[in-house]
């Protein structure tokens, strides 16, 4: 299989990252909302994978974020909350993902963090708000991001749990200790006020669904939510 080159650089520069969830996106109007968050000056597309077992809801599969990336030069960021993620790295990896985040609930150990930069595609690993920050700690020299569920995983336009803040800023104070470039995300109830608080916290990296997808004008949106974390 050609080796999938990541458009995704490495975390630590200046530009904080705004990847909207296309979970909440027109799926009549994808092509559209996509333009219209890429105008906004968005940095990533988030794709929400469901498997209807590690949480109770079904999405999308590989044939998505293949016709994602054949439409937008927009990196693919893509959040895998499945119960076997290992039998769909690889055929998100073909499809043209440029990032692949796994639960921390749904692997043995380091193997398929490994395998995900073998197929030069950037790692990321993400938890469920009732696990402990703490659990990530042996994993951090083998991702390129950490994503901090800010929500329960399952379905957008919930609300930003309290103590998401102490999380961020528990993730943010281990990548710091490790010494190496990780993107810190946030995902779940992200909207101005609580982009804000979660940059304040050490986050550098934000998906939106409905504060985005949700407004007349997603390009509006991700303006306004720039705003609040610069
Ligand atoms: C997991 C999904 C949602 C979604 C964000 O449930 O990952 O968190 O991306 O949805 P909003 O921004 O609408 O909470
Ligand atoms: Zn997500």
């Not at 804000?196 to 991700?222: I, L, Q, Y």
Request: charged share 25%; proline share 6%.
């Amino acid at each position: 299989m050609m080796e999938a080159v990541s458009r995704i650089t490495e975390a630590g520069g200046e530009r904080r990252i705004i990847a909207p969830s296309v979970l909440s996106a027109d799926l009549m109007r994808l092509a559209r909302d996509i333009d219209s968050v890429s105008k906004g000056g968005a940095d990533w597309v988030h794709l929400d994978i469901m498997d209807g077992h590690f949480v109770p809801n079904l999405s999308f599969g590989p044939s998505l974020a293949k016709a994602i990336r054949g439409y937008t030069d927009l990196p693919v960021d893509t959040h895998l909350m499945l119960d076997n993620p290992q039998d769909f790295v690889e055929p998100f990896a073909k499809a043209g993902a440029d990032l692949i985040t796994v639960h921390l609930e749904a692997i043995e150990g380091p193997g398929l963090l490994e395998k995900i930069a073998g197929l030069g595609v950037r790692a990321g690993l993400s938890l469920r708000p009732d696990r402990p920050v703490e659990d990530l700690k042996p994993f951090l020299r083998y991702v390129d991001l950490v994503l901090i569920m800010t929500v329960f995983p399952g379905f957008g336009g919930q609300g930003f749990l309290p103590g998401s803040a102490e999380r961020i800023a528990e993730a943010r104070r281990l990548i710091a200790a490790c010494g190496r470039k990780i993107w810190l995300e946030v995902d779940g109830g992200i909207n101005k006020e609580t982009a804000a608080a979660a940059c304040r916290a050490g986050a550098d990296a934000f998906v939106a669904g409905n504060a985005v997808f949700g407004e007349k004008s997603p390009a509006e949106a991700v303006r306004n939510l720039r705003s609040s974390i610069n």
